[in-house]
Each structure stands twice: as structure tokens, then as C-alpha cells.
């Protein structure tokens, strides 16, 4: 076999491998989407049950087509604190028998169905291409990237399809039979996950090899090295991920470390000490040297892996947390604050690998600030009623961190923007985008309050008892307003609409009542001229925050 003969074949695996990590890749995208906030619902079920949490782990990643993708998720959502590491800890392990799935498509790649997977690319595209509807569009992609994969497995396997007997049949068994140490086959592993990202790359390999009857390491249980390795090289993806996050995001990484390592261990004492475990259990079971049956014998191994250790670990869920509590100190620097922690600070990067996911979390932090802006229009309105000018720096301090916070919403939402998302996904991101500019109003709005204080003590401004309770009641109705929309906005109820915009309506009628009560008065000589400023102006803004806040509630039209 000449040098260009060697290098056509690795050019060929190579791009079987680029055209096969495509098809993932756009099989997990266009899976996400057809989820649907599936993945959202499943992880607000996270609860004590460690069974559930492992269910949720699997379904996630069938969906997400990929262990990593769940993991780094779950990194992301113990980082922004969303979730415990216990309930993580189940995800994790529910995430490697997830994966598991993969191997058994990579191993139908050696059946006689493969040449109808390989037409699937073309029906795919030929769905997306004709189809307006966007979830037809996203089958159309599922269909074609399942197409892909199988297109990718067998330009692998026809690099290294070789006749036995040939020369390079004879040098790529001696290349590949070098490596016969276990721990040494296991590094491999290890090191080729760790390269090129993905554990169902390197079983893609390990499969294909194994159709072909290409002996890797003299056969018996050197293969099943490898795809021990796989599963502690897949960590990388994870613990890369975790650098620079929290101590508890470390910890998530971590516990996703420990647990294949843990398992590796065992299953390396295991196959170490019984050499003829493949010649004598999965040959047993997958007879024939090499097509399909010699597929399903890799595929078996790495489902027993995952599920034997699972099952093995998962009662001792708490042992791994508090190991990884051991491991990972919290810094001495990570003393709680005084003051509480500002919002959208842990809005994760990590969870935009489920763009439903992200929107979730950030559609409940859009719901905190919306009540943290409500709370500064309240401290602003207590300050006048009790004539407090120092409430100004308060509600100044708090404007400054809605504005810093409207920032970094707004930084995520874009980043959101360019995920694939569905049609009324992309209107709730666009809806966001007003809801942060009217909860921004409601922060201005309460500085104009404290304003209008200023002028009230500084002036020595007389208001009657009458006007000050009418006054009162005005903002009761505003809060009475603020609760019915938080509501209407968090769980999308479109049936309160109607009473918001009843209660908006009453708000309207109190401002004219107000507005008409200060002129008679004055006409009557009862009220000062000079409160007139401050009288219909004040009145004048909290009915303008009364309609922000009812916009906020009708956002939800946008995103319908």
C-alpha cells in the first residue's frame, strides 16, 4: 500500500467522520426544537426521586441526541441555580444511558436497511426545501440528518473495507493490533473523545471496525477498552465547560467525572481479569464475526456499561455529592453578600444548547425584575407619603441596576436570537424585548416620584387628607394591577387579560377623578396653585405606570 493509497483512506474516514458529526449536529438542533419546551417541563419535574431525575436524564438526551449536551445543560442550570446537585447527579447518570441509544443507530449501519437511511438525506431535504410549515421543515432536517449519519458510517466503513488477505487489509490489522495493553487501549479512549468532543464519534469508529471484523489490539476485549475510554474522555466536554462557573457548576462537572471513572474502574477489573468476556458473553449472545451481530456486540457492551453502573451508583447519590463537596472547596472570597445577588447574572451560556431551556429560565428572571422594578415604585411612593427626600439615592441606586440588568437581558436575548428556535419562540424573544423597555419605564417613572417628593418637602407643599387617601387608593388599584399581570405574564393566562384592562380602566377614572377633585378645589380656594405641578404630574405618571405595567401582561399576545 503506497503513501497516497494511506492517505485517501484517512482523508475518507475523516470525512465520513466531519459528515457524520454534521448529521449529529443537526439532529440535535432540529430534535430540540421539535421538543418544544418539553425539556423546559421536564426539568421543572426535577424533583427528590432519584428514578425520575435518571428519566429525565435518558429522555433529555434522546432528544438532545447527545450525553455531553445534557451534562454541560445541567452544569449551566446548577451554575444559575436552578438546580441541586442531587438532582443533577441523577440527570448525569440518566444521561449516560441516554447516549446508549446512539450506539444501537450507529450499529444498524451494518443491517441490509442501510441503502433506505441513505435516501433519507435526499427525502429530507426534499421535505425542507417544499414545506413552509416550520415543523414540517424540522422533521425534513431530522429525516436528512438521520440520512447523513448513515452516509458519514459508510464512507468510514468503505475507507476501511478491505478484503481479508490483502495487503492493506494485513497493514491495517498490524497498525491497529500494536496497542495491546488494556490501560493503554483505554487512554486511547480516553484521548480520541477528548480531541474530537464526542463519544459517538469514537463509537461510530469502534462499530464500523467491528462490522469489517478489523481486529483492534489482537481482538478478545480490546475494543471494549476503548469504549471505557470513550466514556471518561466524553467528561472533557463538561468539565471544560465548568471552568471559570461556580463552585457547585464544578461539582456537577465533577460528579459526571466520578461516576464513569468509578465505572471504568469496575469494568476494567472485570474485563482485566476475565479476557474471554467478549469471545464468551456478547459472542455468545452476536455469534457471527462480522456484519451486524458483530456491531451489536459493541453496542450491547456500551448499553450494559452504562445502565450496570447506574444501577450500582445511583443509591448512592448522596455519596457523590458529597465527595465533589470535598474536592471543591468554595472559595474563601465566596462569603454571601450583604445585599442580594443581582439579577441576570446567571443567565448561562451553557443552556443555550436548548434554546427552549434558556428562554425558560429567562422568561422567569424577566418576572424577578418586573417585581424588583414594582418594588422601586413602591419605595418611591412610600418616600412621598412620608415626605422621605433620602428615599432618592435608594431608588437611584436600584435605577442604575435595573439599567445594568437591561443590559445583560438583553446581551442573552440577542445570543438567544441566533439559536434555532421556533416561530413563537422567536416572538417570545421579540416580545421580551418591550416587556425589559416597559419594566425600565416603571423604574423611571418611580425616580420622577422622588423627584416630585423633592419638590413637596422643599417647597413646604400642602396636600388635604382627602387628596392623600383618594391618592392611596389609586396606588392600591396599581398594585392590585401589578399582581393580576405578574400572573398573566408568568403562566400566560390569557383569560386575565380582561381583567387587567378592567382594572387599568378604573386606574384611568381614578387619575381624572383625581385631576378634576384638584381643579374644583382650587376654583373653590381650598387647594394651593403651586401643588398643581407636583398634583397632576405625580398622578399623571403613576397612571402611565399603570399602562406599562398592563403592556407587560398584553406582551403575551406577541408571543401567541
Known amino acids: 500500500m503506497g503513501l497516497w493509497d494511506i492517505l485517501k483512506i484517512i ?9 457524520f458529526l454534521v448529521g449529529m449536529k443537526i439532529l440535535s438542533e432540529n430534535m430540540t426544537k421539535l421538543a418544544h419546551g418539553k425539556l423546559q417541563k421536564m426539568l421543572n419535574r426535577t424533583a427528590k426521586s432519584r428514578i425520575a431525575g435518571v428519566g429525565i436524564g435518558t429522555a433529555m438526551t434522546v432528544l438532545g441526541q447527545s450525553s455531553a449536551f445534557t451534562t454541560v445543560m445541567v452544569v449551566g442550570l446548577v451554575n444559575a441555580g436552578i438546580m441541586t446537585l442531587f438532582q443533577a447527579t441523577a440527570i448525569i447518570m440518566g444521561a449516560n444511558i441516554g447516549t446508549t441509544l446512539n450506539a444501537w443507530v450507529i450499529a444498524l449501519a451494518g443491517s441490509d436497511i442501510t441503502a433506505v437511511f441513505l435516501a433519507l438525506s435526499a427525502v429530507g431535504v426534499f421535505i425542507t426545501m417544499f414545506s413552509k410549515n416550520e415543523r414540517v421543515k424540522s422533521i425534513g432536517n431530522v429525516i436528512a440528518a438521520f440520512g447523513l449519519i448513515f452516509v458519514g458510517l459508510k464512507l ?7 478484503e481479508e488477505g490483502t495487503p492493506a487489509f494485513e497493514a491495517v490489522s498490524d497498525v491497529l493490533g500494536t496497542i495491546k495493553n488494556p490501560f493503554l487501549l483505554l487512554l486511547l479512549g480516553i484521548v480520541i473523545t477528548a480531541l474530537v468532543q464526542s463519544s459517538t464519534a469514537v463509537n461510530a469508529i469502534i462499530i464500523t471496525m467491528a462490522g ?33 462557573a461556580s463552585a457547585n457548576a464544578k461539582r456537577a462537572a465533577l460528579i459526571h467525572f466520578l461516576f464513569n471513572f468509578f465505572g471504568a474502574i469496575i469494568f476494567m477489573i472485570i ?50 455529592v458529597w465527595i465533589a ?17 443581582a439579577l441576570f447574572t446567571d443567565l448561562d451560556e451553557r443552556l443555550l444548547r436548548s434554546p427552549s431551556v434558556a428562554l425558560g429560565h429567562l422568561y422567569q428572571e424577566t418576572g424577578k425584575v418586573f417585581t424588583y422594578a414594582m418594588n422601586t415604585l413602591d419605595e418611591s411612593f412610600d418616600a412621598f407619603l ?26 442573552y436575548l440577542v445570543k438567544l436570537s441566533s439559536s434555532p428556535l ?18 425600565m419605564r416603571i423604574g423611571e417613572l418611580a425616580d420622577n416620584v422622588t423627584k416630585y417628593t423633592d419638590h413637596y418637602v422643599n417647597d413646604r407643599l400642602v396636600f388635604s387628607d382627602e387628596f392623600l387617601e383618594m391618592l392611596q387608593d389609586m396606588y392600591a388599584q396599581i398594585k392590585k394591577l401589578y399582581v393580576l399581570s405578574l400572573a398573566t405574564f408568568l403562566f400566560r393566562d390569557f383569560s386575565k387579560l380582561g381583567e387587567v384592562d378592567a382594572l387599568e380602566d378604573i386606574i384611568d377614572k381614578d387619575r381624572k377623578k383625581l385631576v378634576s ?9 381650598k387647594c394651593q396653585p403651586q401643588n398643581s405641578n407636583v398634583f397632576i404630574n405625580l398622578v399623571g405618571n403613576l397612571e402611565r405606570a399603570a399602562d406599562h405595567i398592563t403592556f407587560i401582561a398584553h406582551s403575551i399576545e406577541q408571543s401567541h
Open 517 to 525: 377633585t384638584h381643579i374644583e378645589r382650587l376654583n373653590e380656594g
Open 156 to 162: 468510514m466503513s468503505s475507507a476501511l473495507s478491505f
Open 325 to 341: 463537596d470535598h474536592l471543591v472547596r468554595e472559595k474563601k472570597t465566596e462569603e454571601p453578600a450583604a445585599e442580594p445577588p
Open 11 to 19: 482523508m475518507q474516514i475523516l470525512g465520513g467522520m466531519g459528515t
Open 212 to 244: 469489517l471484523d478489523i481486529m483492534i489490539g489482537g481482538g478478545g476485549n480490546a475494543a471494549l477498552y476503548i469504549i471505557i475510554g470513550s466514556n471518561i474522555g466524553t467528561c472533557v466536554t463538561a468539565l471544560i465547560s465548568s471552568l471559570g
Open 422 to 439: 421556533m416561530l413563537d419562540e422567536e416572538k417570545t424573544v421579540s416580545s421580551l424585548h418591550y416587556v425589559l423597555n416597559d419594566i
Open 386 to 411: 412620608k415626605k422621605d427626600s433620602s428615599a432618592k439615592e435608594r431608588v437611584l441606586a436600584k435605577n442604575t441596576e435595573l439599567s445594568a440588568i437591561n443590559r445583560r437581558a438583553i446581551s
Open 271 to 320: 474485563l482485566v481479569c476475565w479476557p474471554g468476556f467478549n469471545d464468551t458473553v456478547l459472542k455468545g449472545i452476536f455469534p457471527a464475526e462480522k456484519g451486524i451481530q458483530a456491531t451489536m456486540r459493541i453496542a450491547t457492551f456500551h448499553t450494559l456499561f452504562n445502565v450496570i453502573n447506574t444501577l450500582l451508583f445511583l443509591p448512592f447519590i448522596k455519596g457523590f
